[in-house]
């Protein structure tokens, strides 16, 4: 195969002068350099506002559902958790599908209405307002006869 005249002079500057890969330097530098972590100490900080809120011990995403399906699921969570022993629940409703109907709204309308004697507390989460928390209360024991 025959060069040009240009590929010969090409040829020739790359054998007198050296080319060195640059990546492969960075590389070797950043693998040399050791990563520092962030290492959390102590407890986790929670926005003032938020401090007569329950920390959730479980929760709920029910975004995709309609009205009806969240409320029903949000009911059979609670149920689940009452067994299970646990009372703290974020509810995760989102800013609401008009498509969907507003979770929300229904959420917030059983909590005032069906479930008053069973939740003893409902709020809109201080950092989210996406999501709310939701604590069940015990259930009232059953009178003897």
């Not at 972590?37 to 559902?65: C, Q, Y």
């Not at 709204?105 to 005032?112: A, G, M, P």
Request: hydrophobic letters at 35%.
């Amino acid at each position: 195969m025959a060069f040009n005249e240009e590929e010969l002079f090409q040829l020739e500057w790359i054998k007198n002068h050296h080319m060195e890969d640059k990546d492969k330097a960075l590389d070797a530098e950043k693998a040399d350099v050791p990563t520092e972590k962030k290492v959390f100490k102590g407890k986790k900080v929670r926005n003032p506002a938020s401090w007569g809120t329950p920390l959730p011990e479980d929760e709920i995403d029910l975004h995709g559902m309609t009205a009806d399906e969240a409320a029903e699921a949000v009911e059979r969570r609670m149920s689940q958790m009452s067994i299970a022993g646990l009372s703290v629940l974020r509810v995760i409703h989102g800013g609401g599908n008009p498509a969907y109907g507003n979770v929300k709204k229904i959420i917030d309308r059983k909590v005032r209405s069906e479930w008053r004697n069973r939740v003893v507390f409902y709020r809109t989460e201080i950092e989210n307002a996406g999501s709310s928390i939701l604590k069940i209360g015990k259930p009232a024991p059953k009178a003897k006869k």
